[in-house]
Nanobody, 114 residues
Framework: QVQLVESGGGLVQAGGSLRLSCAASVNIFAVNAMGWYRQAPGEQREWVAVITSGERTNYANSVKGRFTISRDTAKNTVYLQIDSLKPEDTGVYYC????????WGQGTQVTVSS
């Protein structure tokens, strides 16, 4: 069974930075893609970023230039560096892995104060 464990969330002021981590229980080298969604209170889950097995990355327009996704295959971990945080970035951030179907982590809370 695939397990994904997120960490790194917290309470930060606007303009600050966070680095989220997603540790996988499988070898991510061969995983089709891994990425992040987020869900703000009362909103639907929103796709944020993805990194493919070929290390291609893509981002939602709302986070381009501020978010950076990367991976460390030796640690089976994907990261999401979030800079210039805004209050609208507040939400639960979920890691996912595309291994035939999507597998999800439990989420990590990011709260940005103005």
């Amino acid at each position: 069974q695939v397990q994904l464990v997120e960490s790194g969330g917290g309470l930060v002021q606007a303009g600050g930075s966070l680095r989220l981590s997603c540790a996988a229980s499988v070898n991510i080298f061969a995983v089709n893609a891994m990425g992040w969604y987020r869900q703000a209170p009362g909103e639907q889950r929103e796709w944020v970023a993805v990194i493919t097995s070929g290390e291609r990355t893509n981002y939602a327009n709302s986070v381009k230039g501020r978010f950076t996704i990367s991976r460390d295959t030796a640690k089976n971990t994907v990261y999401l560096q979030i800079d210039s945080l805004k209050p609208e970035d507040t939400g639960v951030y979920y890691c996912y892995a595309d291994i035939g179907r999507l597998h999800w982590g439990q989420g990590t809370q990011v709260t940005v104060s103005s």
